[in-house]
């Protein structure tokens, strides 16, 4: 079931070229030291939130390119805390091809106990690369766009927010693992343009 969609704003039609297969984009909010680098230090009064991002194959396009602006977890009676991107960035683009058999740590956080009621992320910009794959790393500050054929990706509201409530406590550990469905996400809208509205599950709390 559907956490969160943003509505399409004109009439369009599924993607069929660049992506016939679901986009899978995992998430995962792990709330102590993850295995991987550059994870946070647990306070005494609370525990670490780590955002992982994860995807599997889709066909055709080389490359997606997207740009997150901001990730952060809502406490309840309170506001969102916000999280640091990996390396200490104001943003951070991943290609999403890349992470078909890896994962990325993209933000994390050191968070005090109690009960979270969303995550938010912040989607600034996207675009669709079919010639070639992007060069370096999965994820970086920047991720230069690769030569040849391109899209860029109209998004209506970039505000995604993964309504699945949480408890943190001093020695919890907690994985959210969500769904971003991009073939039902990302549909062209005419004229080589392509738009996203995103489609997102919670698959498993644990």
């Avoid at 004109?10 to 984009?25: E, F, K």
Wanted: with cysteine; glycine share 8%; proline share 5%.
């Amino acid at each position: 079931m559907p956490l969160l969609w943003w509505p399409d704003l004109c009439t369009s039609r599924t993607v069929q070229q660049a992506m016939r297969h679901i986009l899978l984009c995992v998430i995962a909010a792990v709330l102590t030291v993850a295995a991987c680098g550059g994870s946070t230090s647990a306070p005494s009064t609370g525990g670490a939130l780590n955002v992982l991002l994860k995807d599997t194959p889709f066909s055709d396009a080389k490359a997606l390119l997207v740009t997150f602006s901001a990730v952060s977890a809502h406490l309840s009676g309170a506001d969102f805390v916000p999280l640091t991107f990996t390396g200490g960035t104001a943003s951070r683009t991943c290609d999403l091809k890349k992470l078909t058999t890896a994962q990325d740590l993209l933000g994390s956080g050191n968070l005090v106990a109690g009960h979270y009621t969303e995550l938010r992320l912040v989607v600034s910009s996207a675009a669709l690369y079919f010639d070639a794959s992007s060069s370096g790393a999965a994820c970086a500050p920047t991720i230069p766009a690769p030569a040849g054929r391109s899209a860029s990706i109209t998004i209506p509201s970039g505000d995604l927010r993964l309504n699945r409530p949480f408890d943190i406590t001093s020695t919890a550990t907690r994985t959210i693992l969500v769904d971003f469905d991009g073939d039902q996400s990302v549909k062209e809208i005419g004229n080589g343009t392509y738009s996203m509205t995103a489609v997102i599950n919670v698959v498993s709390v644990q």
